[in-house]
């Protein structure tokens, strides 16, 4: 309850705010405070995304959009709109009714928790992984993540499509080179970030984590270098060209897998005739589909940040 | 490879976009593109004819038996669906090359292929699934691609456009996953045929309520059913013309049949309708749409605009045929869908011409367009034809069945205002009829040359679609009433 009226409060502040840089660093808190409530809820792999993604990545990234336009809201548009607040309190006030014939939470006989739940809880034999939220994000429901790849690399075309060719202006060279401390500083951590990301990334199994945390880590690693070591020399290393193979290439190993299950004779990504052993199986496909997430969510996420990077301030 | 059929169609598409991407070059991911749609094609009729042979199709993604897994599941209704949203993307997709020239720089063609057939891949998706989440996932793919789409418009006003269409569709999605979420929270399964049946033991409650509420304001949202229009008009004005004659044929398409699915497969015609009254909303809905939507058309000076309007009264003429819960007024639906398909996007494609050649779809730039370009002006005509509903024409089939289905319902009244409102249809084709036919050329007008035979052919193949449809009735009409007898009386094998 306390972490909830954090939420509000903050959001409240959000509205409030003209000052736009201080409104995203608010957006991150946010963030980090709804993490916080997945935690308490016993949503970790939720935690952990929300945590990675909301907190950390969308931040910077907004943060280098306000970086390309002014720093201040139109005070223009903070009146009072009656008309849609009236809407928002009507759909408000339905959904709460709506809450009034809801199962209470926690309650185990809910039928989220007899219906399905039960073979789930029991996939050890058929999956054979500790992690259940993987197995059923990586297995049962790996059509709905090869679906979420997807909508990744989606948005990696639409801004690939749409910035590419509003590059104007000379390029400057915003590499913080001056800064003898900082460079060093920040050199130290970026092979720790990315050994993380690479654990996150195959102990997915077992613990929280998996592709879309591990790939957000990644990027989050490069961003860093290129931050303190400027876009130019970044960008030697990862060339737009590359960077659109990496993000197809996500998609396409993903699709892969389950091609290739296919050819094995199973059903579209059914992992269990990928090895003799059905659970071999399992392990061998998940382990390949979250490398495929993790790749593409990494490249989207680094070519996202050189992309608006890359444009200057008009 | 036989058993594959469901999974292939979406799967061809969506392995295609990145190898598009790969490929870089805009005429080897054209042949990729038009590849994958026209396989897809393939694929659809091929379902369709094993569909009408052994009933509904069910595919385990992953080998998981469902509720655990994901199932496709592919019955009469969506066949019919998934029929036209390939079919109208392979037509409209073999026009491309030359229209886009146009409208986008060439170095970004590549991508705007991949675009294409994610967009593509979301609404096949959207279709075939039988999972209530993965439609969700996949209409995030759609959206998602299709604000893309739009934002290629050849003037700044597309960005804008697309970002309307872009907070609009984001609310319209947030509203299904909510219900969604309602529903799994008091079914426990995420299986459309599971939680049907679950819910139909659970009769109707609070919660049941408002997921009902939130699921149809967010596909009327994606469907633009009036008044959840606003960001229609704008998006099919300024997206690139081939992007309007490929969305204006598709995209509110899968969100109506979204709509269709949710209300007869999830609720139930006893739920849905006699609990909890949802023809009392939809029906006054659809028929002010069926009005007010074809009257603003009439006042517009922009072609394109004029077909977007009459594309909502469209909706509201489908949406009518949902709200009377027949077998005949949901049979009146599913074939509009599909005849208006085909005539909008004939329509838009002969738009996308004269795009091509004037570069404008002003009324007044548009003048004695009969004698400059007589193929394109004569096409447009065809498929004006049979938006009004002129007997032979396909418009005129589906008319029909509302018609009789307002009558056997007993709504009269109904039946009437479906007549009047044809005639304002009458009125706005008219228009532009007018302009092209019984207007001078302005003086200082260039010669024109005729649209090139790559545009001109696709858009011909679907003017005869319009007539074909009006004349021979056994594919749309046949599949369409067993689809709807599916639908209002269960009983699926």
């Known amino acids: 309850m306390v972490l909830l009226a954090f939420l509000v409060a903050i959001t409240w502040a959000i509205i409030q705010l003209r000052d736009l840089f201080a409104a995203v660093m608010l957006t991150g808190i946010f963030s980090l405070i709804s993490a916080c409530l997945f935690m308490v809820m016993d949503a970790v792999d939720v935690a952990f995304t929300e945590a990675a993604v909301g907190a950390g990545i969308s931040t910077i990234l907004m943060l280098r959009t306000l970086a390309l336009t002014e720093g201040r809201s139109d005070p223009r548009y903070n009146r009072l709109e009656l008309g849609p607040l009236a809407v928002v309190v009507a759909i408000g006030a339905v959904l709460i009714y709506g809450t009034f014939d809801m199962p209470r939470f926690g309650d185990p006989n809910a039928p989220i928790h007899t219906h399905m739940v039960p073979r789930f809880l029991e996939q050890s034999s058929e999956i054979g992984i500790p992690n259940i939220v993987t197995s059923i994000l990586g297995s049962y429901r790996g059509y709905d993540t090869f679906g979420e790849t997807t909508v990744v690399f989606t948005a990696a075309i639409g801004v690939f499509l749409l910035l590419s060719d509003l590059r104007r202006g000379r390029r400057v060279d915003d590499a913080l080179r001056d800064d003898i401390i900082l460079r060093i500083g920040a050199k130290a951590p970026i092979p720790f970030i990315m050994v993380f990301a690479l654990y996150v990334q195959f102990h997915g199994d077992y613990g929280p984590g ?105 | 490879m036989i058993e594959h059929l469901p999974i292939l169609q979406i799967l061809v598409p969506m392995l295609t976009a990145p190898l598009c991407v790969l490929s870089r070059r805009p005429l080897v991911s054209w042949g990729l593109a038009l590849t994958a749609t026209w396989f897809a094609l393939a694929t659809s009729i091929q379902l369709l004819i094993r569909v009408l042979a052994e009933g509904t199709q069910s595919y385990e993604l992953g080998g998981w038996p469902p509720p655990w897994g994901i199932e496709l599941r592919i019955d009469l209704v969506n066949v019919f669906v998934l029929l036209i949203v390939t079919a109208i993307s392979s037509v409209v997709l073999t026009a491309a090359p030359r229209s886009l020239e146009k409208e986008i720089s060439s170095d970004r063609h590549y991508l705007f292929y991949a675009a294409y057939l994610l967009c593509m891949t979301g609404l096949l998706g959207m279709t075939a699934t039988g999972d209530a989440f993965n439609v969700f996932v996949f209409l995030e793919i759609s959206s998602l691609s299709s604000y893309i789409l739009i934002s290629l418009g050849p003037t700044r006003r597309a960005l804008h456009s697309a970002f309307q269409y872009l907070v609009m569709g984001t609310l319209g999605g947030t509203f299904v996953l909510l219900g969604v979420g309602m529903l799994y929270m008091v079914t426990g399964t995420l299986n459309i045929v599971d939680m049907g049946a679950r819910l139909g033991d659970l009769g109707p409650n609070r919660t ?171 096409a447009f005509v065809g498929a004006g034809l049979g938006l009004i509903g002129v007997p032979m024409t396909a418009g005129f089939v589906s008319k029909w069945f509302l018609v009789l289905a307002a009558l056997e319902s007993g709504y009269w009244p109904v039946a009437v205002l479906i007549l009047l409102s044809s005639l304002l249809a009458v009125i706005y084709i008219w228009r532009v009829i007018e302009v092209m036919y019984f207007q001078p050329p302005p003086d200082d007008a260039a010669k024109l040359t005729e649209a090139p035979w790559s545009m001109l052919g696709p858009t011909w193949v679907l003017v005869g679609a319009t007539f074909y449809f009006g004349i021979s009735t056994s594919l749309t009409v046949g599949v369409a009433s067993q689809a709807a007898d599916l639908l209002v009386n269960g009983a699926a094998p």
């Open chain 1, 210 to 314: 998996g592709g879309f945390q591990a790939g957000v880590i990644f990027a989050a690693a490069i961003v860093l270098y290129t931050l303190v070591f400027g876009l130019a020399k970044a960008e030697k290393i990862f060339r737009r060209r590359r960077l659109e193979l990496l993000v197809a290439g996500g998609v396409l190993l993903y699709g892969a897998v389950g091609v290739v299950s296919m050819l094995f004779g199973g059903n579209f990504l059914d992992y269990n005739v990928l090895a003799h052993d059905p659970v071999h199986g399992q392990h061998y496909g998940i382990l390949l589909i979250e490398l495929g997430v993790g790749i593409t969510v990494a490249a989207v996420m680094v070519s996202l940040f050189f992309l608006f990077a890359r444009r200057q301030q008009v």
């Open chain 2, 208 to 378: 049941v309520l408002v997921a009902l509420a939130v699921i149809v304001v967010g596909t009327s949202i994606k469907m633009a059913l009036f008044p959840l229009h606003a960001w229609l008009p704008n998006a099919y004005t300024y997206a690139p013309a081939l992007v309007t004659a490929f969305l204006a044929a598709t995209a509110t398409k899968v969100a109506y049949y979204m709509l269709v699915k949710f209300v007869f497969r999830v609720f139930g015609v006893e739920l849905a309708f006699t609990a909890l009254r949802l023809d009392a909303v939809l029906m006054p809905v659809a028929i002010l749409a069926m009005f007010i939507a074809s009257t603003v058309a009439i006042y517009q000076s922009d072609v394109k605009r004029i077909l977007a309007y009459s594309s909502l009264a469209q909706i509201g003429y489908m949406v009518l045929g949902l709200s009377l819960a027949s077998v005949t007024g949901l049979t009146g639906g599913i074939v509009h869908l599909f005849n208006h398909a085909i005539m909008k996007s004939a329509l838009f494609l002969a738009l996308a011409c004269v795009v091509l050649r004037i570069g404008s779809t002003q009324l007044n730039d548009m003048r004695g367009l009969g004698r400059r370009m007589p193929l394109t002006a004569a």
